[in-house]
């Protein structure tokens, strides 16, 4: 089956640092990744779309130099928040396809928490 | 209209009944359509994949497309406890996935 990592499961930091949050694809390569954020008991709300070797497109109101997103490989992209705050503690997840517009991977979501 | 409509739930049933999870969408051009389980603070999981008019079934699980009515359905039978999870229904579209709001599903014992 298609597995997709993403790590850390979960961090805690403070107020004004940066967070890098990991997301591979294990036995396939990714065309393209997305990036989510979930708040409790709400669906999924797509942050961005990222393509290898190019830069990620952020959707409306979503800050991009706030949310760094790096497509280094066909099997990892990376989300840093930076100069994190309290608001933006969130259960973040990271999803990737093998073929665009078909099914898409999860990974199992980091959970940030800003102090 | 919003693209995918899915009622929120929650919604709860006795163990071992069937269960049916509904999602209607607007966009005659949707081709496929998923089914994710997900559990409180976990990543989706990809349950159910089609991409025709029809029934698909999986164990438990049996998806239903209805193209002309732009109605899908998930059904479950024999549902247990660990059935008790939110349900996505989801249409990959424009190099995006459209999802649904999720039902939460609550089985009792």
């Known amino acids: 089956g298609a597995v997709v990592s993403q790590h850390p499961s979960w961090v805690i930091c403070k107020s004004g640092t940066s967070v890098k949050i990991e997301c591979r694809s294990l036995?396939?390569?990714?065309?393209?990744m997305f990036w989510y954020r979930q708040f409790p008991k709400q669906s999924l709300m797509l942050m961005a779309t990222?393509?290898?070797?190019?830069?990620?497109?952020?959707e409306q109101g979503v800050e991009k130099d706030k949310f760094l997103i790096n497509h280094a490989s066909l099997t990892l992209s990376t989300l840093t928040v930076t100069s994190a705050h309290p608001e933006d503690s969130s259960f973040y997840i990271c999803?990737?396809?093998?073929?665009?517009?078909?099914?898409?991977?999860f990974g199992q979501g980091t959970r940030l928490t800003v102090v | 209209q919003k693209e995918v409509e899915q009622d929120p739930g929650p919604l709860s049933v006795p163990e071992g009944a069937i269960v049916s999870l509904n999602c209607t969408y607007s966009?005659?051009?949707?081709?496929?359509f998923m089914w994710y389980r997900q559990y409180s603070r976990k990543g989706p999981e990809l349950l159910m994949y089609?991409?025709?008019?029809g029934n698909k079934e999986d164990g438990r699980f049996t998806a239903q497309v209805d193209k002309s009515s732009k109605y899908i359905s998930l059904f479950i039978r024999d549902s247990q406890p660990s059935d008790s999870a939110t349900y996505l229904c989801?249409?990959?579209?424009?190099?995006?996935?459209?999802f649904g709001k999720g039902t939460r599903l609550h089985i009792l014992p």
């Open positions: 990222s393509n290898e070797g190019s830069k990620a497109t952020y």
């Open positions: 036995d396939f390569q990714a065309t393209t």
């Open positions: 999803s990737a396809n093998r073929v665009v517009n078909t099914e898409a991977f």
């Open positions: 989801a249409m990959p579209f424009d190099d995006k996935i459209i």
């Open positions: 089609t991409y025709s008019s």
């Open positions: 966009n005659s051009a949707f081709q496929y």
